[in-house]
């Protein structure tokens, strides 16, 4: 026993305790498994990168310090370099031979395969191949659920949020971890039983199938020779009278020629004599007497008239004069086949047979499962639940009591410290351009706004800027091609080559969201309106911004970040809602983002986050101006829409929103408009629409010009703008004139001067004008709100506000405004957002969108109660389905703290679970949960025999999120649903 164990100690590894796997060794040769020593070797680094220590690690028994064996190595290139320990790889083979377990399904087949795992519900042994086949048991809705109850009123297999959507007025829905053992033994039985009657009957109709296939290509067979033989007899004949007809035809052809020939030889001696005579007659006319000519002409007559005797003496010859045409006439039978359109009649003589009457009668008495149905009546009693008062224990004077001394739930925001986070990454997908930030934890020690942030270079180099516009390239399968700029250079360079139509091309997607996602089956048009999901082009951008910081990670640190010491922080507008948010979340998570390492961070208060770490020019304290009970206006101009939120700092330092308001045409996209709309004046819009598709490289190119001339600018400056040789050309061809020309005969010809390749423009100011007036009209509404009056200050943040011409007119209106720009405006949403990854230091107050609730019964009261929803449970008159409000529309909801605590009791004694199905709806008070939208469920144990079965319903806001939680006072038993904002398709 003794050798057994320390036989074992040697082949377990230092640092798992488990069997070594491809054991490893060190100089001082203790062995570890590859993985661990990598694992070890990779955190070691890490710790001496952030300690700036030379790089090293101890081993982890003996304490040795291991130098690298190469200058910038990876933990992996590292570890592959140790040698491996054959004579404890040997051993461990030989050890496991010995302790080699065969798979039990293969035995039954006389196989011997060793099992490499072992079913928890039957405690046989598998192979792993074996376990592959096995349906992994998710929900065919709900693909990351797990099916767990059947529904036998629909006859379908589900999971909790199809029990709490589809199926949650369904009467017998059985949940699958309470299926009674001998119930489904005999369940079991009947389908084995009725699926081995099934396939002896398939099987007989197999054969009976395969011997017709086989008759029917006999037959086959023998019809083609039969018609090809005919055909071949046929086409015999057909030859001979060919060959026949062809001999006649000569004859005749012959004949008809040699008499065209003779007649053709008298024609021509006659026309010869003719001709003789007629000199004959010409020469006496002008030399000859009156006596010579009269003799010459009788002379000339009786020729004549001899040579037509000649011609008319032989009655064959002068039949011979004719003209000849040869003409072939079809028989009946030859005019027969011209029309023959089929060779003969062709049918299937078909006998029927009833395959799936029998089948079903089959599959009929699978379904005569009256012990699970009645079991599953029997739990939807089991779930049931009624209303309490709170008991007089748990009746605390404020919420927070509850929180702390009761159920010990840790709120979101604790003091204002650092996280544990390694390395913090922000994504924003903003509406014309997107981008990313990181940052390391030891960065922000030392300087909480030093954040990374790539630079991206447009195709011909004129821009060079933070982020990359927001356009996702795909191919014909949905796989992502390229992103941003490169992805404007591709499309350009497709369509020059004309497979443009082979591709799915998304400029400005993000604006396609606003007020449309209400499923997950949400659809986006392309440029040439082909849709696709919407949750698989927001995976590619955010796959691609992802794979691009990762690769730029491995460059820099050499691979000491794994993807899961980094924390995510995606940004969205503050309007924006549920539904929306949830769609990020799920795109998120299919381009590769673990939602555990998720957060998602509404925009002003990543940028409120931002300010309060901008030191203030009065202070150098980062937390600046934001004094307790003052408010704040952050105007966030970006490339698609401008998004105004109101925020107030209360006196512990959170925030609290007091308005917000959005407008999806006021961007930077609309002076992208108002200048398009010009160049449209000047030339036509279907001139500019056309440039656009053949010459899209140069038209992007005009654009990123005008892109960079938009930000520097300023009021009454003359802004110079290359226009590309082909516009002109394109006008030249188009319009019949050159773009100087066109700009002299139009409205334009005191604002545009043409030079050469350039535009001068003179008031570029008057492109802002229109968004301009009515973002300030906008702000002016909003001043003269009660609540807002007080507002004096204005922080400008997006893209467009580092817009000399913006910033300008926004300071010209509101003269006694404190209106405060940072630097690079256009990337203070992104630094914030890293800053909210780290600091735990803004607890926000937002308003509930929605009442929200969960489901009960109550005593059925007929003058209150519809009568459908009345059931009889223990002989008592219930009314199911009732709406128990948690939180109302329009409440206020602090993150981390309860926003509703309410209390129930099971509705029998012998109930083991209570469910609680969460509901929301617009209404402020609605009665019933069909009058509500499901949002899903939360299912907890209730041990039978407790003094006390009270359970505690919770409410709380999370980050962004909704949560429900239950807990079963006496146990202290709890379990917590999160709210799936999306519908699912049914």
């Known amino acids: 026993m003794a050798a057994s164990d320390k036989e074992g100690g040697v082949l377990d590894c230092p640092i798992c305790l488990e069997k070594l796997r491809n054991p490893k060794y060190l100089p001082c040769l203790h062995t570890f498994c590859e993985l661990c020593i990598q694992s070890f070797i990779d955190s070691s680094i890490t710790d001496c990168v952030q300690k700036k220590k030379t790089i090293s690690f101890d081993c982890p028994v003996c304490r040795l310090v291991i130098p690298p064996p190469a200058k910038n190595i990876s933990a992996k290139e590292w570890t592959v370099l140790l040698p491996i320990n054959h004579q404890l790889l040997a051993i461990l083979e030989s050890y496991q031979k010995q302790t080699e377990v065969l798979c039990d399904s293969c035995r039954q087949n006389s196989e011997q395969v060793i099992a490499t795992i072992r079913c928890q519900q039957c405690r046989e042994n598998l192979y792993a191949e074996i376990d592959a086949t096995i349906d992994p048991g998710n929900c065919l809705v709900h693909t990351e659920k797990p099916i767990e109850v059947y529904c036998f009123d629909h006859g379908k297999l589900g999971c909790i949020y199809c029990l709490t959507t589809v199926h949650k007025v369904c009467k017998t829905v059985l949940s699958l971890d309470e299926i009674d053992e001998k119930d489904l033994e005999k369940f079991s039985e009947r389908v084995i039983n009725e699926t081995k009657q099934m396939r002896d009957f398939t099987s007989c109709n197999i054969l009976d199938t395969k011997k017709n296939m086989a008759d029917l290509n006999q037959e086959n067979d023998e019809l083609l020779k039969n018609v090809a033989k005919n055909i071949q007899d046929i086409k015999q004949q057909l030859d001979n009278l060919h060959l026949k007809f062809q001999n006649s035809l000569k004859t005749t052809y012959e004949k008809e020629t040699s008499d065209l020939s003779f007649v053709l030889k008298t024609l021509e001696d006659f026309d010869t004599s003719l001709v003789q005579n007629e000199n004959i007659a010409s020469t006496f006319m002008e030399r000859g007497t009156k006596k010579q000519i009269f003799i010459a002409m009788e002379k000339i007559k009786l020729r004549l008239y001899e040579h037509l005797e000649r011609m008319t003496t032989n009655t064959d010859d002068f039949k011979r004069f004719k003209r000849s045409k040869i003409k072939w006439t079809y028989i009946d039978v030859v005019e027969s086949l011209n029309g023959l359109t089929k060779l003969g009649n062709l049918e299937s003589i078909i006998e029927r047979f009833d395959f799936i009457t029998p089948i079903k009668k089959h599959v009929n008495a699978m379904k005569k499962d009256g012990s699970l149905r009645q079991k599953a009546k029997e739990n939807k009693t089991e779930c049931r639940k009624i209303a309490v008062p709170a008991p007089d224990s748990h009746r605390p004077s404020n919420v927070s009591e509850i929180q702390e001394s009761d159920y010990r739930l840790n709120t979101y925001y604790g003091g204002r410290t650092l996280s544990n986070a390694l390395l913090v990454a922000a994504i924003d997908l903003g509406s014309t351009f997107s981008g990313y930030a990181f940052a390391l934890r030891a960065d922000v020690e030392n300087d909480p706004l030093k954040s990374h942030i790539p630079r991206w270079q447009a195709s011909n180099g004129s821009l060079i800027s933070s982020k990359t516009p927001s356009i996702v390239l795909l191919d014909n399968g949905a796989q992502l091609v390229a992103f941003g700029f490169e992805a404007e250079s591709k499309y350009a360079e497709l369509l020059e080559n004309g497979q443009g139509e082979d591709y799915f091309y998304f400029p400005h997607f993000r604006m396609m969201l606003y007020g449309h996602v209400k499923t997950k089956r949400l659809t986006i048009s392309d440029i040439r309106g082909r849709?696709?999901?919407?949750?698989?082009?927001?995976?590619?951008?955010?796959?691609?911004?992802?794979?691009?910081?990762?690769?730029?990670?491995?460059?820099?640190?050499?691979?000491?970040?794994?993807?899961?010491?980094?924390?995510?922080?995606?940004?969205?507008?503050?309007?924006?809602?549920?539904?929306?948010?949830?769609?990020?979340?799920?795109?998120?998570?299919?381009?590769?983002?673990?939602?555990?390492?998720?957060?998602?961070?509404?925009?002003?208060?990543a940028a409120f986050i931002y300010f309060r770490h901008v030191k203030a020019p009065e202070s150098t304290n980062p937390m600046g101006v934001f004094k307790p009970g003052s408010k704040y206006l952050f105007l966030d101009a970006g490339g698609g829409t401008v998004d105004i939120t109101v925020l107030e700092v209360k006196n512990n330092g959170d925030i609290k929103e007091l308005h917000r308001s959005s407008d999806g045409e006021l961007g930077g996209s609309s002076v992208d408009t108002a200048f398009k709309r010009a160049l449209a004046e000047i030339t036509t819009k279907e001139m500019i629409e056309n440039y656009s598709r053949k010459y899209l490289d140069d038209y992007l190119n005009m654009f990123e010009d005008f892109e960079i001339k938009k930000r520097i600018c300023r009021k009454g400056q003359i802004c110079s703008l290359k226009i590309p040789m082909s516009f002109n050309e394109e006008c030249l061809e188009t319009l019949g004139a050159d773009i100087k020309t066109l700009v002299n005969n139009s409205k334009y010809k005191d604002t545009f001067i043409l030079r050469g390749d350039r535009m001068r423009i003179k008031s570029f100011e008057t492109f802002f004008q229109p968004a301009c007036d009515e973002i300030i009209k906008l702000l002016k509404k909003m001043f003269q709100s009660p609540k807002l009056i007080d507002v004096k200050k204005i922080l400008m943040i997006g893209g467009v506000s580092e817009s000399c011409i913006f910033q300008e007119a926004i300071r010209d209106a509101f003269p006694n405004y404190q209106v405060v720009v940072p630097e690079e405006a256009g990337l203070a949403v992104l630094r914030g957002a890293v800053l909210l990854g780290f600091y735990s230091g803004t607890k926000p107050c937002r308003v509930s969108r929605h009442t929200y609730g969960v489901d009960k019964d109550a005593r059925f009261d007929p003058a209150v109660h519809e009568e459908s929803k009345k059931e009889v449970i223990d002989g008592v008159e219930y009314c199911t389905g009732l709406f128990d409000k948690l939180v109302g529309k329009g409440e206020k909801l602090f993150d981390g703290e309860h926003s509703a605590i309410k209390y129930y009791i099971p509705i029998t004694p012998q109930q083991t679970f209570v469910s609680f199905s969460i509901f929301y709806s617009d209404k402020s008070d609605p009665l019933y949960t069909d009058q509500c939208t499901s949002l899903g469920m939360v299912k907890i144990h209730v041990p039978v025999g407790l003094k006390n079965r009270t359970l505690c319903v919770m409410m709380s806001f999370y980050k962004t999120e909704l949560t429900v939680e239950a807990v079963v006072l006496e146990t202290g038993e709890s379990v917590a649903g999160i709210i799936n904002f999306l519908e699912t398709e049914s």
């Open 531 to 605: 849709e696709l999901l919407a949750r698989t082009v927001f995976a590619c951008a955010i796959s691609y911004l992802k794979n691009h910081l990762l690769d730029k990670l491995n460059q820099t640190y050499h691979g000491f970040f794994e993807t899961s010491e980094i924390n995510w922080v995606l940004t969205v507008p503050a309007f924006w809602d549920d539904e929306a948010k949830s769609l990020m979340r799920n795109a998120a998570v299919e381009g590769g983002i673990s939602s555990r390492q998720l957060d998602i961070a509404l925009e002003p208060e």
